[in-house]
């Protein structure tokens, strides 16, 4: 059943990114596709573990939250780069990352430095080291916020 999403997310994505229906383009996009069908079922009988085409609802509430607060942060960005020199305070710190499962830790770091004003600079043994244009973001970090947020959509055990 997997397979058939797959077919179809594939498909799709083929033809956006194309343009062209013609006969053999077209036979070109059907093989490929046929390809990475293999390729996905020889996985799936390795490794026991189908991969399933996207995560609906999580994703779709993950990547709105994200871009709202990758825009509000452009906006203070924005803000703090035209202001005063003085506002500008670099910070770097270690946040603690133990209450999000390991298999999420990656997307937090890059969540944080998708994030305008931070960088994720190093994921090492339960922590994130942060660099930052200002220390009140390193502040925001460490009172958990975006942590509660992956937690709360992804799940703490997921």
């Known amino acids: 059943?997997?397979?058939?999403k797959?077919?179809?997310?594939?498909?799709?994505?083929?033809l956006l990114l194309s343009g062209y229906i013609q006969p053999l383009l077209l036979t070109f996009g059907v093989?490929?596709?046929?390809?990475?069908?293999?390729?996905l079922?020889?996985?799936?009988?390795v490794d026991q573990e189908?991969?399933?085409?996207?995560?609906?609802?999580?994703?779709?509430?993950?990547?709105?939250?994200?871009l709202g607060q990758i825009a509000l942060s452009s906006l203070h960005v924005t803000k703090l780069i035209w202001g005063s020199s003085k506002q500008v305070s670099p910070a770097l710190a270690k946040i603690p990352v133990a209450n999000i499962?390991?298999?999420?830790?990656?997307?937090?770091?890059?969540s944080i430095?998708?994030?305008p004003g931070t960088l994720s600079v190093d994921l090492k043994?339960?922590?994130?080291t942060v660099h930052a244009l200002q220390e009140s973001s390193i502040e925001e970090l460490k009172q958990g916020q975006m942590e509660k947020k992956i937690t709360e959509i992804w799940g703490k055990n997921k």
Do not use: C
Request: aromatic residues 16%; charged residues 15%.
């Open 101 to 110: 499962p390991p298999k999420h830790r990656v997307l937090y770091a890059n």
């Open 6 to 14: 797959w077919a179809t997310l594939l498909s799709v994505f083929w």
């Open 50 to 66: 189908p991969k399933y085409a996207g995560a609906g609802y999580q994703t779709i509430r993950y990547f709105t939250w994200l």
């Open 41 to 45: 079922k020889r996985m799936d009988a």
């Open 31 to 39: 093989i490929s596709v046929f390809i990475v069908l293999v390729v």
């Open 1 to 4: 059943m997997h397979l058939g």
């Open 113 to 115: 430095t998708l994030t």
């Open 125 to 128: 043994d339960g922590e994130i």
